[in-house]
């Protein structure tokens, strides 16, 4: 199957025995490294644009996480062979080895672009890497416990605490469909839309965007907590290293709460904040953000 605007070739690796990763690795293998990490329920569709707007001079590695786009999908039963544990702590771990396989050791500097749970994703690998990252593009994601003054939609504790919600989720593809209407102010179009959801085109495919919602963790004690905590209270170490923000500001889940809280941990930072853009903001505004972000990461070359 062929995608709009995607004419890259996907690589695949074997992340762990049985499970292989596909994962996008464009551009000069010596140019600077630009790790890009898609949320839920997109994949590396997401990032289409900016790859092609800085492949030609930086090296873009952007995996699809387990579950996810054009990588498998195993299942998480105790019976099940391979079987996939679908935590934050999974992914950062298959980061970590996707990194290695790409030749990208701890003394190769990165580009951390981050969207949705990429953010917590790379955060989360940034905790014992924080000295390799050298430059931030953060678009509409989260490395911190939900706000207080934020409360949570009732849209993800549908999908996270109800056994109704995980079921539409899973029998119609709910999540990934929903989103590719409501995640926007431009609508897609339909082709666009069609890639999107492509992916997760049955009930054993739709395994992640469920169990991604799930491992949302709010308080002591969930899985995901001790590397979230964590990875909010060092958010602050990044401010001395060049920070671009591009933000939509129609975004219900992360919304203004979460802007705000990037920007007072990195008050340094070039902030690109639209009332016209929803949460898949490099949808809606890339004619605007993909030369901003090349201009930002050439005015401050590693």
């Not at 396989?101 to 940034?126: Q, S």
């Not at 979230?228 to 060049?242: I, K, N």
């Not at 809280?261 to 505004?285: Q, S």
Request: proline share 7%; hydrophobic share 45%; charged share 25%.
């Amino acid at each position: 199957m062929t995608f709009p605007d995607y004419p890259f070739t996907p690589r695949r690796f074997e992340v762990r025995p049985g499970i292989a990763m596909s994962y996008l690795d464009e551009g000069p293998r010596a140019g600077e490294v630009v790790v890009m990490l898609h949320g839920n329920p997109s994949w590396s569709y997401y990032w289409r644009h900016l790859v092609s707007g800085l492949s030609d001079r930086y090296r873009c590695i952007v995996p699809d996480h387990v579950g996810m786009g054009l990588s498998d999908k195993p299942d998480d039963a105790n019976t099940a062979s391979p079987r996939y544990d679908y935590t934050l702590q999974s992914r950062i771990d298959d980061l970590e080895a996707l990194l290695r396989h790409a030749g990208i050791d701890d003394a190769t500097p990165v580009t951390l672009a981050v969207h949705d749970w990429g953010g917590m994703i790379g955060f989360g690998w940034a905790l014992a890497h924080a000295a390799q990252v050298r430059r931030l593009v953060i678009t509409n994601t989260a490395a911190f416990p939900l706000p207080a003054a934020k409360p949570m939609p009732w849209q993800l504790s549908l999908g996270r605490d109800s056994r109704f919600g995980g079921f539409i989720i899973r029998a119609f593809n709910a999540f990934s469909s929903g989103a590719s209407f409501v995640g926007v102010e431009r609508r897609m179009p339909r082709a666009v839309r069609r890639a999107y959801v492509a992916p997760y085109d049955n009930w054993a495919h739709r395994i992640a965007t469920l169990r991604f919602m799930q491992d949302i963790p709010l308080a002591a004690g969930d899985r995901a907590w001790d590397l979230v905590e964590q990875a909010g209270r060092r958010l602050p170490e990044f401010a001395d290293r060049p920070a671009f923000i591009g933000w939509g500001l129609r975004d219900f889940v992360f919304d203004r709460h979460f802007l705000e809280g990037f920007a007072r941990a990195l008050p340094r930072a070039e902030v690109h904040a639209f009332e016209d853009a929803n949460h898949y903001v490099l949808e809606d505004k890339h004619s605007v953000l993909v030369p901003a972000i090349r201009a930002f990461l050439d005015a401050n070359p590693l």
